[in-house]
Structure formats: C-alpha cells, structure tokens
C-alpha cells in the first residue's frame, strides 16, 4: 500500500500514545438500534482526552520528533480540536507549542488552549493570514509544523481509534467515521482494511460540506468553497494524503443535511445521556437515511469528540 | 439493625433485578478532580435503564410480588421517572401497570410512559386528586401499589446501587448522594455502613427544598411545603421509612442553591461529556462548596438520571 502508515506502524503508533490518550469505551442503546434495524458500537470519542479523537494525531506526532526538533516545540493553525490536543500533547511531553488562532476565534477555544498551556499567536481571520502568521512562528521559532489532517503522523495516530474498536473483537460488518480533512477517516479505513477487508468503511459528510462527496465520486480532489453546516468540525476541506487513502480504501461516502444531523444528535443526547458535537451525529444520521443498507449489520460507528458550545445546542 | 433491608436481602436484591438492569459504568474526571482537590468516582445512573436509578427499585419490587399479585399488576401516581421504571419492570416481567399522572404533566413523560407499556390514567394536578384517583385504580384493578420512595422493596432496590460502587474495590471515604424522597440516599446509606461503617455518607438536597436537612437537623420529619428548585427530581418530600434510614446511618446533609447547582451541572456537561438531569449536579455542588471536608479523600457521587428536557437546559 503506497507510502501509508502499515498496520505494524499503527500499532506501534498506539503503544507510543498509550500516556496520552484515553482507552474510550465502546457504548450502545437498545431504543437506537430498534429504530435503526441493526446493531450499533459508538466508540466514544467524546470522552477521549481534550474532548476529541484529535488527541490520538497530536500526540504520535509529538512523540515522534527528534530530540532536536523538541527543542524548539510545534507549531500549528486550527481554531479547533486540533489546536487544544497539540497543545496538550506538547506539555505533555514536556515541549513548547505556539498555536495560531484567527482573532475572531471563541474566547473559549483560547482558554481551552491556554489551559493547556499552548502559546496563542493571534491573526486575522483568513486563511492567508493564518498561513503567513504561522511561517514567522516557525522560522522565528525554529518550531515543526504538525497539520491538523494532511499528515502522515496525524493519520496514523488516527489510525489507532479503529484499532482499539477491533480489539473488543466484534466482527463489524460496517464502520462509519464522520468526514472533514480526512484524518479519522482515512485512518481508520486503513486499519479496517489491514484487520478485515471485507468490512465496509464508509464515510458521512455533511451536504452542506461536502467536498469528500464529490472527491470521491469524481475521483479528483475537490476543495471546499464557502461551506455551510452545523458540523462545525467538517468545514474543512479533504487532505491530499487523506483522498489517496479514501480513493483506495474507503467503499462509500454519504451525505446527510442538517436537519437530519440534528435529530441523530438528539437522539444520541436523549437515549445515550452523552454530550457529542453536531460532527459526530453525521454518521448515525447517514445510517439512518439509509437503513435499508445496513439491516442486520453490526455497525461501528466513531463519536468523534464532544466539543459543544452548550449555549448554541440546536435544540 | 430495625426493619430495614439487610445486606444479605440487598444481595439477592441485586441477583433478582440482575435482567431489569445495566450495571452502569464509574467515571472520573481529572479537570473535575483538580478542582475538587480530592478523587471523584461518580457512580453512573443516567446511563441506567429508563434513565435513572429508580429502575432498580422498580425491578426490586415488581419481582417480589407474589404470583396472585401479579395477575393483577401494580399502580403508582408519578409524573417522574418512577413512573416510567415501574412501567417498563412491569413490561418486562408480563404484567400489566397503571400510572396515575396530572393532566398537566408534560407530554414527553407520557410518551415515555406508554412507550414502556404503562396504561396512564389522568388526573387533576393535585395531591387529592392523585391519591383519589390511585385508590380508585386500585380497587377497579385490584393492582398492587408500589410508592415511589417510602417502600421497603423499593429502598432494597435502590441500595444496589451502592453495592456495585463497592465492588468495584474503591476504598471511598465518603459517598454522596442527592436526597429527594430518599430512597436512593437511604438504600446508598444502608449499603455503605454494612461493608465499611468508617465511610460517610453524606446527603445533597437544594435549598429551595430541603425537608430532609431541615428533618435531619431537628430529627423530626418536616414535610417539604412549596419547594422550588431547578432540580425537579428532588421537589418530593422525605419519606418516613427512608427519615428513619437517614437519621440512623447518614453522617450529614448538605445544602446548595440553584447557582450552585446549575454551575456543577454544566461542569459536568463540559468535562464528562455526558447528560444528567440538574438533580444529579447537588451532591458535586455541595462537595466544591465545602472542598476542605473533602481534601485528598475518595469520594463516590451517585449521578441519579439523566432525564433532562433538552429544550429547557439552564445553559
């Protein structure tokens, strides 16, 4: 399989985050699955340290530097999970890390990284001022650059969330992971893929973002322009790295609407008791769009964090 | 120890409500922790089924009935989430349940109810009407009346809560529990004592409702008059069998305001990620409100349900 992360490094890769990250538990609802018509695994990315499975990416990229590069500590662009869980990571082991966050960005998010004690360098919002920002940090600072998605590490380290799902030895006839850069997804299709080809990958994406869609459909990369969803952690568009490995690896990518992503969430909030972000409702929302598809499956499906703004719920 | 339910019947309680039951997970917060300045392990009931804990004491006393009792079913007057567990343990054991519930109760409780297989029978929205109406099933049904709170199966039921935090090998110091009817505070308080006498058991109550403080400090029961409190699982008054429990094997009662309440609520929410009706957030308001008592200790808290009106969340 080209240059991809291999199972053994994925391994690996989980072995060297295991005193970073959370074991997330596998958890079910009985009402859901009657409704849905099969059976469903929601690993439990929400719990995961920082909230999000980003930890996973951050942290195998963190401890994968050099003595030399931990030196001079990491460097990223995100207002979102990513920017927490690299932070987090980084003090974790004991490096810096400068995160560059538009200034427009939630005062909360910027306490979420101070608390972990990342360094905020502030821009204006736009992605030209975002990029330029983070090249003077890193040249001042001689920091590495770790991407939120379009990075070998980061994928691997995502790799390990499906790892962990097919270590509880179901035999998943579907897993689902939510789509935005790709990280989850791609990961957790190549991990899928290694421990049993015959299990579908499939990836959910909003309608209203949905670039991995139309990648995937025409086989060319597609950037996002000017996307509109409540999935707030989906805006972004499809990595490089990411389409490679969703071109070969991933069966299907559906899309569902808001609305539709709205009542999965409810859902999962009323019958599970857990707190997700509207991200993570994407895949239930696509399964149960498509019941028909998935009647007497097992089905895994990844709650990829529970960062909300509890004051904004869309309900 | 006076009439109350034994360890060993709290045992084979547990056994008997073993297919009625989830035993739901412990879960730990560090940033909740940290704050704390002690170790939280909150005991979680709104993962339970029907949402709370209240199934246990339901299952408890359906399974108890006699064969000729169960011809003929069981009855309470509830609008809360007893209502829906007798419901469901009636289901689930064959038999048939009747729930008085106000005209006035909101609708999702109803459907809650009836999606369990209870036949609601309505009321005016008064205590009178309430008892009125009850005796009057029960004479037309013959049906057996299971209280909520003030009943021995009931309490035996509930203290099996406990007993899975103590199998779970912590050496807690103290547990916490909310106090409403004190069903739950006085099956936790029973357990507590007959495995480690040393442990405390502490009580949580609102101050917009707090009989069983008042009742506790004056060691003689004083009914709630007019109680108001966001925590609309504990509105009840403090039953006579559980005054009894309270004051024979709980070391203190605590008091917290709705403030309080609502910021342990949303703490909860934001660092554990789960769903817990405002009912549950008492007893980690009142822990952080009196943190010196608690310092470096083990402390168990009961999160009671998470049957929360997801439209009405005080954030």
Known sequence: MKNFPTLEEIRIAHQRIQPFIHKTPIMSSE????????????KCENFQKVGAFKARGAANAVVKLTEEQKKNGVATHSSGNHAAALARAATVAGIKSYIVMPSSAPEIKKKAVKSYGGEIIECEPNLIARE???NT??????????PPYDYFDVIEGQAT??????EEGIDFHTIMAPVGGGGLLGGTALTTKYISPI?????????GADDAFRSFQSKKLIPMQGPNTIADGLLTSLGKLNFEIILDHVDDILTV???????????????MKIVI??????????????????????VGIILSGGNVDLEKLPF
Chains 1, 2 share one sequence.
Request: with cysteine; hydrophobic share 45%.
């Open 31 to 42: 009402a859901i699955n009657q409704m849905a018509g099969c059976e469903i695994f929601f």
């Open 132 to 134: 330029t920002t983070l």
């Open 137 to 146: 940090v890193v040249e001042k600072t001689g920091a590495t650059f770790i």
């Open 161 to 166: 969330c499906a790892l962990e799902m097919w």
């Open 199 to 207: 299990t579908k990958v499939i990836g959910a994406e909003p309608e």
């Open 257 to 271: 609407n808001d609305e539709e992503i709205i009542a999965a969430m409810r859902l999962i909030y009323e019958r």
């Open 277 to 298: 972000e509207p991200s993570c409702a994407v895949p239930l929302a696509a399964l149960l769009k498509n019941k028909e598809h998935f009647k007497g499956q097992k």
